[in-house]
């Protein structure tokens, strides 16, 4: 019985990798048999290479390191504002009133229409980059927000009034828990969007960072490390994913839903 | 049975109701009642849906405001007693990211656990102390909530049907649980429910509401623990239950009815 399960919980870790490692086994296959131009697309292995290459180089880690500050600070300061505002506009229906519909429409903005303007205005420097991510990351942030403090249950805030709870307290022990599993399904989707943003950023104006990397690749030719790069990408896209799912698990351990996922 | 109630009747509150009326917009949902309440004493509030006792309720908890009339508690503005009043809701609204222990503690200042497990002790809860609230059953959930109650040694306890959404067995027990609790701590207790039978089980004195006014004030001279096989219980209980059939329905709940049978019908013709 307990080997089943074993076994039955080994399936269940091996199974969502078995897609991507036949795509890979395919795609080597592939490129040995001539089938794929390598000039157009390399084969894995080829990839691999590339990565040993720029690792042993150090410029790898450099990128990497630049990439992921940048995404995590933009994140830090357009999560923060979106998180403040929606804040406001959820426990009070003056600042609904005076904020929302403000916050909504610019929310219509494709954060990409920017770019020439970002440039124009900051030029092709770090604050570019951060603006960019922080403009896309501070709306999923703040709609979840709004949205998770208006829909606590308002049996429970009637309960806490009774029960003498106000201010703080209130906000503390019933209002934030309530929204808190929405929150974080905007914290996620955030998440995912900031690096979207930052590789359309980075490909256009940097000096560093992955974006740049491929770029750079692409005027050499070099389809190995343009597809490092995206590559790159996706694995830190799926990082950012699992840190805010953790979180989930963590903070929201009282739920059912998240108990065991 | 006699001696504990008179030296705890003292913690009871007496509550004095008078001339109260609610209009919901056009609708009057309380007319100008009057409604006295003695120190330690159970009341059961009983009546159709919609009758309007919930609301009365809602106004004694101080959840809602009177549009006319007022409420005193000890002679004193009922408003300003708020903290020795608690309430226990259909649902137990319990916060469900909060332990079951943090949960009896809520809102209570400094050192509260051992308080806390004291109020779990009374209930028969306290090995479930560190679950959460969505690990325990119904009537488990609504046990918690009246062990959040008794941790303030309220002197007034209000219960909004309670025990409406349990089965017949656990509503049992909890009768038991809150007859136990009652006699021991002398509150007051204000009971809205819909069953009759639980209405005679427990209270001193049975109180219909009928288009916002009482319409029936009767007395429950039975011996405790009471039980219900008893021909007097038996006789006690229809009397008012054909009292409250023989009200007129209120008028929010014939549509609401006649929507179910309609639904019902069509399903059924499929």
Known sequence: MASRSASQRFARQITPWLVPALIVIAWQV?????????????????????????????????HLRISFVRAMLGFAIGGGIGLALGLITGLSRRGELALDSTVQMIRTIPPLALIPLVILWFGIDESAKLFLVAF?????????TYHGIRSVDPGLVEMARSYGQRGWPLFRDVILPGALPSILVGVRFALGFAWILLIVAETISASSGIGYLATNAREFLQTDVVVLSILLYALLGKASDVVARLLERRWLRWNPAYQNV | MNAPLATTATRGVALDVRAVSKQFGERTVLDQLDLRLDRGEFVALVGRSGCGKSTLLRLIAGLETASSGDITADGKPHAQAQAQTRMMFQDARLLPWKTVLQNVGLGLPGDWKAAALNALAEVGLEEHAQKWPAQLSGGQRQRVALARALIHTPRLLLLDEPLGALDALTRIEMHQLIERVWQKHGFTVLLVTHDVQEAVALADRVILIEKGQIGLDQAVVLPRPRTRASHEFGALEEHILNRVLATPQSPISPSGLDAVVHFGALRWAQ
């Open chain 1, 30 to 62: 592939a490129s040995s048999l001539g089938r794929i131009d390598t000039r157009i697309m390399p084969s894995p292995f080829a990839v691999l290479k590339a990565g040993e290459t720029l690792a042993l180089s150090g410029e790898l880690w450099t």
């Open chain 1, 136 to 144: 896309g990351t501070l709306f999923p942030v703040y709609i979840n």
